[in-house]
């Protein structure tokens, strides 16, 4: 496996908790040092649940981590998933599903906030960017968006802020690499249920920024209404109210095509695709692709960057993957199908990079389907999947389109440009153009 090394100017100071910094870098200057990135999937967020009632409990406890896949996280995992060339961490965690000691109050186990802030850790520790979430958390807002009840939304809405509140409050402290996510896939299908979510969203901006100290600039990232492209860029019209400037980012989830990435078995209404991309479909199969190639695939990524990145909004796609399979059978290619998953990949990166949106690698360390990583044995599961991210990264050159800068520099002062094309004479802080390349001072 090729590794990726970037010359930086200067070694970047990352600070861990109880440290105070500054916390300057707008939501797109941040985005843009985040790309690639990885999630810690089937993790944080699962849950050793026993009965219908793990929720509103403390059932889950630690080994809560390890009852979807069997390995707990170390710095060594983080530290291996940094050199395959991941700039940033997606956390799914769980908070109401098995980790509250007081259901009233709605108090997060000390034990839990302990270990969540052991993994954010390791992720700080080896210079990552990371994204902390609260996932699907056993259904109790995400599948109750579209309700209408006055009564009941209050009590989400109330629910929301004091679990964000804990959150916040525990890591207000940590410098601009943290960044807060409210939801996941918020289950909203239409103008009305968006609406909704657009008060839950108000609701986590209020509650985080309300802790003070580093959350009061914290970067925050708000979800498109089932994390669908189309239905975001369709009904997400504005971001949340809020007394940041410039911090606010919105997620989708790219798993497109369904029929590729995710169906198990032919139907009626169409096939599974084995097949896709350009040069890889396998004549006499009816396991092509027939919708959903680059072509339909840039179409959303420009959706979005029309609708968003343009405007200086970053795009986070907080999830994207495709479960790799073993193919046999007449007219059936094994060779082409790995092709398939590598090109995928590979494509999903490129544009995304190309369009200023994060795309942030689905992996769930359980040995097959959309596992990359074998945390366990600290190796590469699918080298398809892998070597598709690294030929983007290479290609792209995305690790070396920023370079990091001390200020004072011995760089001359004069020859920069800001992002609007103005030439600036003396730059302090930010992202500027010398010599065509991005270089940020600090």
Known sequence: MRKIFTTLFCALAFLTAGAQAAMEKTAMEIAREMMPGWNLGNT??????????????????????????????????????????????????????????????????????????????????????????????????????????????????????????????????????????????????NQAATNNLMEYHQTFVDAVRATGGNNAQRVLVVQGPSTDAEKTCQYLSRLPDDTATDRLAVEVHLYYPWNFWGMEKDESWGNCFYYWGEGNHVAGSKHNATYGEEADLLNLVKKLKAKFTNKGIPVINGEYGVNHRSISGANESQEKHDASIKAYYKYMNKICFENDIVPMVWDINSGGGMTIIDRSHLSIVCPYMMDGITEAIEETGIHNAIQEVCSPTPLPSSGFYNLAGQQVEHPIHGIYIHKGKKVVFR
């Open 44 to 189: 944080l967020e699962a849950s050793n649940w026993r009965t219908n009632t793990a929720l509103w409990n403390n059932e889950g406890g630690l080994d809560a981590e390890i009852s979807w896949q069997g390995t707990r996280t170390t710095q060594e995992v983080i530290d291996y998933v940094k050199q395959q060339g991941f700039r940033s961490v997606r956390i799914p965690c769980a908070w109401a599903l098995g980790h509250i000691t007081d259901a009233e109050a709605k108090t997060i186990d000390a034990a839990w906030m302990n270990r969540v802030k052991e993994v954010v850790d390791y992720c700080i520790n080896a210079g990552l960017y990371v994204v902390l979430n609260d996932h699907w958390d056993g259904g109790w807002l995400e599948e109750h968006i579209a309700t209408t009840n006055r009564n009941t939304i209050n009590g989400y809405k109330d629910t929301l802020t004091k679990l964000w509140t804990q959150i916040a409050e525990a890591f207000k402290d940590y410098d601009e690499h943290l960044l807060f996510a409210g939801l996941n896939e918020p289950n909203a299908d």
